[in-house]
């Protein structure tokens, strides 16, 4: 087990995580950003897993969210405005009239503290971050860890304290391609979860407060599904985020959920287990082309991003996952990515 320590430029540092196994994942500082996974395909080759871009200023206001830490609130706040006990809020719009992954207050722009940590069967950082901004509610301490062990699991902790009642909810936004140093699209990825409900999206991809029942449709993961089916499909939710997935998926259970991903070819496996309430999967539909990336330039559906989370329209309509935590009292969550050859 070991962990690198690299100066990429300024103050940007890049933490290298590495098993006994030759599993690593690289983070850095500005954003939590996760630039590379590597892990074994069915023969043994070791290749990146996850999108990344060549040259490291591109992670500086990416509008993709390469890699990074999303919060305090992951999602859309329709006209970037919400209530909490009785006051009304106004953040800076970044998306239209609306607000994206909390816009300029986004940890996903911040640098963060780091302490490693590392014993005989596991290596990681700590990342540390207070959001001490007038516009938002409280003074929200965030502390994020990424753990490997030598199981190749990836381990992502977080937890955060308010210093006011406020509204939360972190998540990452890593991009995951299993077929091996971007060899393909993600087409031909197949993914399995327990959720029969999506929220369904207005034309600004904004929930409209509807729960849309998946059954028959190809948003039913219960069996494994492959993605290529839901990116050429004809459905509205489909055809409104530019054809693929864009949307908050509702889960059975309350306290553990898996995603299970397969890409055959490469044989690689992916286990997502969290014990979130939700997911929002999105598929690439809108990544931009021609970006120089690690192994390649960018296209559409390149990479598909589980970002494990509450939902943002519980603000605005009952009976969703909600994001709201009271004063002092602790906000945590916990999603593990673990790598398998099959
Ligand atoms: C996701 C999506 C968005 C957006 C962004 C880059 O979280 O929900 O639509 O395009 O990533």
């Known amino acids: 087990m070991e962990i690198i320590e690299k100066k990429i430029r300024k103050d940007w540092k890049e933490f290298i995580l590495i098993n006994n196994y030759k599993m690593q994942v ?23 897993v996850v999108l990344g871009y060549k040259n490291y200023t591109d992670y500086e206001n ?35 009239d609306n607000l994206l992954h909390s816009g300029v207050i986004g940890f996903h722009n911040k640098m963060w503290d780091v302490k490693k940590s590392q014993n005989s069967d596991r290596v990681g950082i700590k990342l540390f971050y207070t959001l001490d901004d007038e516009k938002f509610p ?14 190749n699991d990836l ?49 600004t991809l904004i929930p409209t407060g509807n729960k849309l029942d998946t059954t028959n449709t190809t948003f039913d993961f219960r069996k494994s599904r492959k993605l290529g089916d839901g990116l050429s499909n004809n459905h ?24 299970i991903v397969r890409e055959p070819t490469s044989g690689r496996k992916l286990t997502i287990t969290t014990d979130q309430p939700g997911m929002v999967m999105y598929t690439a539909n809108t990544l931009e082309e021609g970006l120089e990336l690690t192994e390649r330039t960018s296209g559409k559906y390149l990479g598909v991003c589980f970002e494990t989370q509450a939902s943002p329209a519980s603000l605005f309509y009952k009976d969703l996952p909600n994001i709201l935590l ?15 050859i099959e």
Do not use: C, W
């Open 26 to 48: 690289n983070i850095l500082n500005f954003g939590g950003i996760i630039t590379k996974i590597l892990t074994p395909n069915k023969y043994g080759k070791m290749e990146n």
């Open 62 to 96: 990416d509008p993709f969210y390469f890699g990074s830490i999303i919060g305090p609130v992951a999602g859309r706040i329709p006209q970037a405005k919400f209530r909490l006990n009785g006051k009304s809020y106004q953040l800076e719009p970044n998306e239209g």
């Open 138 to 151: 409280g003074k929200i301490h965030v502390e994020v860890s990424y753990t490997l062990t030598n199981n």
């Open 155 to 203: 381990i992502l902790d977080y937890n955060a304290k308010s210093t006011k009642d406020t509204i939360i909810t972190l998540t990452n936004h890593t991009y995951f391609n299993l077929s091996g140093n971007l060899k393909d699209t993600i087409h031909n990825h197949y993914v399995n979860f327990e959720s029969d409900s999506i929220l369904e999206l207005d034309d």
């Open 236 to 259: 509205l939710q489909h055809k409104l985020v530019q054809n693929g997935y864009d949307h908050y998926f509702i889960f059975h259970k309350k306290d553990e959920n898996n995603i």
């Open 326 to 340: 009271k004063k002092d009292e602790v906000y945590k969550q916990k999603t593990t990515f673990s790598f398998e």
